[in-house]
């Protein structure tokens, strides 16, 4: 066997190490999606299904997860044609108070060298939709790298939404560290385009990091046109903006 027979072999078995790999991989994130969705089904919802009846919310998170279990998204067609009906973009109108009460809830915990996360509803106020109010979640995981809310206080702030005839229209986040600039990794863009297929596009991310600068994204699928006013803010980039009285907290 001369040399470069033996150099294709081992190219081979390399080919086939690497597919391996990666159908195992792929596996992985099927058993985790899987995971998360029973959870958040069977051990959070269906009790508070059961003691509160079903609601018009509790029925789309349940919709999300079984979406999350199947791994699984709507056909593009589908999501297109919901889209279509919307037409165009909508303004999310986002005053500044709003994001600086978000900022104060997320710092206390960024200051800890923890992420976090908050809820952000919106009302249709003279026919304008306006994020105006902010609702602190609990986070089941919590840590430098990542958080994740706690699904029982994320299924009461959306019947707190829907109780008060608010609308969730985003979730904003903190990576606890100074910089400026910062940008949602791509788990945080992933949530988010689950997040906007559920609500037909009507949905933002929102990440801060600890020397108040933020930006506003979205998975790719939102027709929401942020725009921001009020005092104290100032767009230094693509969608990308700093809060200039950040050191009141």
């Known amino acids: 066997m001369d040399k470069s027979d033996s150099f294709r072999k081992s190219d081979e078995r390399l080919s086939v190490v690497i597919e391996m790999a990666q159908e195992v991989l792929r596996s992985y994130k099927v058993i985790l999606k899987k995971f998360v969705a029973f959870t958040l089904r069977s051990v959070i919802l269906l009790p508070l299904v059961i003691a509160c009846g079903l609601t018009l919310i509790s029925a789309k998170v349940l919709s999300f997860t079984d979406r999350l279990e199947s791994c699984e998204s709507k056909p593009e067609s589908e999501y297109e044609e919901e889209i279509e009906e919307l037409k165009e973009q909508e303004e999310l109108v986002i005053p500044s108070p709003v994001l600086y009460e978000a900022f104060r809830i997320l710092l206390s915990h960024g200051k800890d060298s923890r992420e976090w996360i908050v809820a952000l509803g919106s009302q249709k106020i003279n026919g304008k939709i ?120």
């Open 130 to 249: 306006i994020l105006t109010r902010v609702y602190d979640l609990k986070c089941a995981i919590s840590h430098s790298t990542g958080a994740e809310p706690d699904y029982s206080s994320l299924a009461e702030a959306l019947r707190f939404y829907e109780k008060c005839g608010y609308e969730i229209a985003g979730l904003a986040h903190i990576h606890p560290w100074h910089s400026r600039t910062v940008s949602p990794s791509s788990i945080d863009i992933e949530t988010h385009r689950r997040w906007e297929e559920l609500y037909k596009g009507r949905f933002i991310g929102i990440v801060f990091n600890n020397s108040g600068v933020f930006r506003i994204f979205h998975g790719g699928r939102s027709v929401f046109k942020p725009v921001v006013i009020g005092k104290d803010v100032k767009k230094i980039g693509k969608d990308l903006y700093e809060l200039e009285r950040k050191n009141i907290f």
